[in-house]
């Protein structure tokens, strides 16, 4: 989705059909552009789409312009009825390139934001998941989606990660989540609980035995600020630990070298994620993912021979579920059974046995961890 302009001044264009720039994205030579005119509260607008972007990501244009709530617009004269849901492909929607229509709907403020900045992310639950791992062909199609290949792209320019720690020689990584994998949330928010007895049991056992092998990421479906409150409070940060974070984005202040704003970074945080699009018992279902090749675009040492990504939601694998390795929720910290709890040390132990007998990841299958663990002989 091209950013739009006030058409005061400026006169129609064609649809663009070749290299497009998109937010200083080279865009894939296929990729086909409409261009879109339309009118809110008396004044003009120009928008360009691809055929590849979804009703979701028109939605996210309009409110990049108008600040009106994808919940709030009502758009009229751009198909004949009434407008298809948030999956649907603008192609398949057979618009015409100079297509007008009309934009009704209040404003949320009077700020102007970037498009690609808005990304309306589904909270951090893990019902209604979805495991990618188990169907090779639907993860093949997300990959190739022509529109998912572009928010990669634009979110590899939009992020400029910040070494915390340098990374080391030879090391794999380790791609670790926040919320209800090494860290039961609710109660941490609520301040129903300390934060060290909201944390999985073995939580820093299991980064200090791994980080020999592994440099490690925090990445995680929350704000960096909310993000690095977590990690000063769990002692995550700072030294006080065997073990270091490589690399984030936006922190306030480096916990390690004390830098300021933009000089360091701890997490990745939901920022760098987007939405995709997929079905759950033949209904669509859209939902947040973390796609590793932003990552490795940026270190590219690092890729799917060496990644692995821990997380309770499948679903953030759908573009890499070859590197998605996905353990049980842990919740309700305050109880016997979440206190007994023993994931992150099998976790630890399948991590270690990854790093000294594969010297290539993508020939193991992640989905049977447990299974390889309890293979393994008695520690």
């Given at each position: 989705m091209k950013n739009g302009v006030n058409l005061d001044n400026i006169a129609t264009e064609e649809a663009t059909i070749g290299v497009a720039e998109v937010s200083g994205v080279d865009v894939d030579q296929t990729?086909?552009?409409i261009h879109l005119q339309f009118n809110w509260s008396g004044k003009p607008f120009s928008l360009d789409v691809a055929e590849?972007?979804?009703?979701y990501d028109l939605k996210a244009a309009l409110m990049s312009l108008t600040n009106v709530p994808p919940e709030r617009q009502k758009i009229l004269g751009l198909v004949k009825g009434k407008l298809p849901t948030d999956d649907e492909r603008i192609g398949d929607l057979k618009l015409l390139s100079g297509k007008k229509f009309t934009l009704v709907g209040t404003p949320e403020g009077h700020e102007i934001k970037d498009p690609n900045e808005l990304e309306f992310l589904p909270d951090v639950v893990n019902d209604l998941d979805v495991d990618f791992s188990a169907d090779p062909a639907a993860a093949t199609e997300y990959i190739n989606d022509q529109r998912n290949r572009r928010k990669v792209?634009?979110?590899?320019?939009?992020?400029?990660p910040s070494l915390i720690n340098p990374l080391r020689e030879g090391k794999r990584l380790l791609v670790l989540d926040i919320d209800y994998t090494i860290l039961d949330t609710k109660p941490l928010t609520s301040g129903a609980l300390p934060p060290q007895e909201c944390a999985r049991p073995g939580l820093h056992e299991f980064l200090e035995?791994?980080?020999p092998h592994y440099d490690i990421c925090i990445w995680s479906q929350t704000s960096w600020i909310w993000l690095e409150t977590k990690l000063v409070e769990l002692g995550m940060l700072g030294g006080i630990r065997n073990y270091r974070i490589a690399f984030?984005?936006?922190?306030?202040?480096?916990?390690d070298c004390n830098g300021p704003f933009n000089d360091c970074s701890v997490v990745l945080d939901k920022t760098c994620m987007f939405t995709v699009f997929s079905k759950k018992d033949g209904q669509p279902y859209k939902h947040s993912v973390k796609a590793l090749q932003i990552i490795w675009n940026h270190f590219p040492q690092f890729g799917p021979s060496n990644t692995i990504h821990i997380d309770d939601l499948g679903r953030n694998f759908a573009l890499n579920p070859g590197e998605g390795l996905k353990i049980s929720a842990f919740k309700n910290a305050h109880t016997d059974a979440a206190?007994?709890?023993?994931?992150?040390?099998k976790v630890a132990r399948y991590l270690l046995h990854l790093?000294?007998?594969h010297p290539?990841?993508?020939?193991?299958?992640?989905?049977?961890?447990?299974?390889?663990?309890?293979?393994?002989p008695s520690p």
């Open positions: 990729e086909r552009w590849s972007d979804r009703v792209d634009q979110h590899t320019k939009k992020l400029q035995a791994v980080y984030g984005k936006n922190a306030s202040r480096c916990l206190r007994a709890d023993r994931e992150l040390f790093a000294n007998t290539d990841f993508r020939k193991a299958k992640h989905s049977k961890w447990k299974d390889v663990v309890k293979s393994l």
